[in-house]
């Protein structure tokens, strides 16, 4: 008769085992559930990035800005409180 698992019995060993099986799979499955996203975005990006350089390859399809800043015109905000900048020359005219 051959020895069991150092002293467990057989049903031990089934236990053993499908407790290493159990943990493998909720293993796998969490680093999925961080991995997929991560990919996700990695490769979302490369493409918005591949179609800012090549737009004839642009497969996202994103808007974007025309002059290239990406961001808000800063240059003809106010910074002197109250009015509106109505001859474009970035101040604020009072009334």
């Known amino acids: 008769m051959a020895p069991a698992l150092a002293g467990v019995g ?5 236990v053993i085992g499908l407790s290493v ?13 961080v991995q997929v996203p991560a990919l996700t975005f990695v490769r979302y990006y490369s493409l918005s990035v591949l179609g800012m350089l090549v737009p004839e390859v642009d ?23 109250g009015g509106t900048d109505t001859d474009g020359d970035g101040t604020a005219s009072a009334g």
Do not use: H, K, Q, W
Not at 10 to 14: E, I, K, L, M
Not at 21 to 33: D, E, K, Q
């Open 21 to 33: 099986a159990l943990f493998v799979l909720v293993v796998i499955a969490v680093g999925l559930l």
């Open 10 to 14: 057989a049903a031990g060993g089934v």
């Open 59 to 81: 497969l996202v399809g994103v808007d974007r800005p025309e002059n290239g800043s990406g961001g808000t015109d800063t240059e003809n905000v106010s910074t002197n409180g």
